[in-house]
């Protein structure tokens, strides 16, 4: 079974100092991976997914496979950034309506003026 | 135009109780979710569901039931409601397809007293 890890619960930076959300996964193939992110009182949005190789708001994810990691970066963290950050997993071949997310339990990152 | 809506926002009910949540994305998307977020952040699929299949998370109990009225909606069916209820409870919908992103719902805060 596929399963997410998101070692830290909490990650307090200050602003400015480089962030790194920790994610790693487990599953046979090659999955889809994805970060979504949850500011205070809105709703659950995606951040970036891999396959997209972008960043947005200043985050990059990789995607290693010999790691089976996908870990969030961002050199300068800003205030804007604290939030709950989720990584998720989607596996591509399990059929139809099954195209669910498997999340890990979430990082909340706390950036300090 | 919101793209997935969910209502209430806010549910304070007794424990024993029936209620419902109610769903609807107006983004054409052939598959809807629900998950579910408890105390501690941690965000868990219950259901995913399309024209074709409906798929529960072996870990529901069967109080909990999906309805689908039409393929824009999908509403939240919970019969004699416990306090272990108690959490918010997110709508969201997605295309078939590949590396597609997940849209949610602003969440519904279920607080069963």
């Known amino acids: 079974a596929q399963r997410v890890t998101q070692p830290e619960k909490l990650l307090s930076v200050f602003k400015g100092a480089p962030v790194e959300l920790k994610c790693n996964y487990s599953y046979s193939g090659s999955p889809e991976l994805f970060w979504y992110v949850q500011y205070s009182r809105q709703r659950l949005q995606l951040l970036l997914r891999h396959i997209s190789r972008e960043s947005i708001k200043g985050f990059t994810a990789d995607l290693n496979k010999g790691e089976t990691s996908f870990h969030l970066k961002k050199p300068f963290a800003q205030e804007e950034d604290s939030a709950m950050y989720y990584c998720?997993?989607?596996?591509?071949?399990?059929?139809?309506?099954?195209?669910?997310?498997?999340f890990g339990k979430g990082t909340k990152l706390s950036v300090i003026p | 135009d919101t793209a997935v809506s969910q209502t209430p926002k806010y549910l304070v009910t007794q424990m024993g109780n029936d209620k419902s949540i109610k769903c609807e994305q107006n983004?054409?998307?052939?598959?809807m979710y629900w998950y579910k977020q408890d105390s501690k952040k941690f965000l868990k699929i219950m259901f995913s569901y399309n024209n074709k299949e409906l798929i529960i998370n072996e870990t529901v109990p069967n109080r909990f039931s999906p309805k689908s009225p039409d393929k824009a909606h999908l509403n939240l069916h919970i019969n004699s409601l416990e306090l272990g209820d108690s959490a918010v409870y997110f709508c969201?919908?997605?295309?078939?397809?590949?590396?597609?992103?997940?849209?949610f719902g602003q969440g519904t805060r279920l607080t069963v007293v």
């Open positions: 998720a997993l989607r596996d591509p071949y399990s059929g139809a309506g099954s195209y669910q997310l498997t």
């Open positions: 969201a919908s997605s295309q078939e397809t590949e590396n597609t992103e997940a849209f």
């Open positions: 983004l054409g998307h052939d598959t």
